[in-house]
């Protein structure tokens, strides 16, 4: 029963941790382009002329 005096603050960090890098991501716009990338897959601007 005295482990979970350590484990509810280390579960309380990671997720505020990973609250913090998911809203770095919105900040630095890895959600924008949602379309792009299916589009970019079919460029065919890798084959030689």
Not at 2 to 30: D, M, R, T
């Amino acid at each position: 029963m005295e482990v979970i005096v350590y484990l509810i603050p280390i579960a309380l960090f990671l997720g505020g941790l990973g609250l913090v890098a998911f809203l770095w991501s919105l900040k630095n716009g890895q959600y924008d382009d949602l379309e792009g990338a299916k589009w970019r897959i079919l460029d065919d601007d890798d084959l030689p002329d």
